[in-house]
């Protein structure tokens, strides 16, 4: 089975504070994905990436950044955390093909910025 | 602009009924349509995918329609038990995207014994 781990599920920062949260994927995927999740508005695509040092913004990349410098990583950045900010954020993988693939979350991560 | 609507209030069952569950689409074309499962604090699990050119896919106890007439699919879940119970995400993808694809807002469904 795919496992994609994020490395925080809770997670407390001050407005103001760089903060970096991580997913790790072990099933050599080429594409990545970082969301956030809010009530009433349901998954919302932050960042892809579709091989390494390779991204694409999605919907709401504003306030935020990424980095792929290893297959299995996928960093997300958010360069100055503000308090709209504070959010559900999830991870996911596919494997890249000429067809539609599922995508393979982690847990999530549980971002409050005070 | 592209709009996915799934029902926002919880859908409330009796044991052993079939829950339906809908997702409404307007301004967009999908060329596949997934269904996702989500319990509380977890991330969405894979469950089904259905192509537009199929109207229909099954999987146990779970069966998608696709209906690209009415730019909608709907999720059922026959026999359903009170561990089907948790938020149900459909997202849809057009021909082009890759592996990209665009949420709705899901359903939480209760199943009671």
């Known amino acids: 089975d795919v496992k994609v781990t994020q490395s925080s599920r809770y997670l407390v920062k001050r407005t103001g504070e760089k903060v970096f949260l991580e997913c790790v994927q072990d099933m050599d995927h080429e594409n990545m994905f970082w969301y956030r999740q809010d009530p009433g508005l349901g998954l919302r695509l932050i960042y892809f990436s579709y091989d390494v040092k390779m991204k694409e913004k999605g919907d709401i990349p504003e306030g935020y950044s990424v980095s792929r410098e290893k297959k299995e990583r996928f960093s997300l950045i958010l360069e100055s955390a503000s308090t709209n900010q504070t959010s559900m954020y999830l991870c996911?993988?596919?494997?890249?093909?000429?067809?539609?693939?599922?995508?393979?979350f982690g847990d999530g991560t549980r971002l409050s910025i005070l | 602009s592209q709009k996915i609507e799934q029902n926002s209030e919880a859908l409330n069952i009796q044991e052993g009924k079939t829950a339906t569950l809908t997702c409404n689409y307007t301004n967009y074309s999908p060329a596949y349509l997934q269904w996702y499962r989500q319990d509380p604090g977890r991330g969405p699990v894979f469950l089904l995918l259905?192509?537009?050119?199929?109207k229909e896919k099954r999987k146990e106890r779970l069966k998608v329609t696709f209906d690209t007439t009415l730019k909608q699919s709907l999720f059922h879940i026959t026999a359903s038990q009170p561990a089907d119970s948790a938020t149900y995400l459909c997202?849809?993808?057009?021909?082009?995207?890759?592996?990209?694809?665009?949420f709705g807002g899901g359903t939480r469904l209760m199943v009671k014994p």
């Open positions: 259905i192509r537009e050119n199929e």
């Open positions: 996911a993988s596919t494997l890249e093909t000429g067809d539609n693939q599922p995508q393979h």
């Open positions: 997202a849809l993808a057009p021909a082009d995207a890759g592996n990209m694809l665009t």
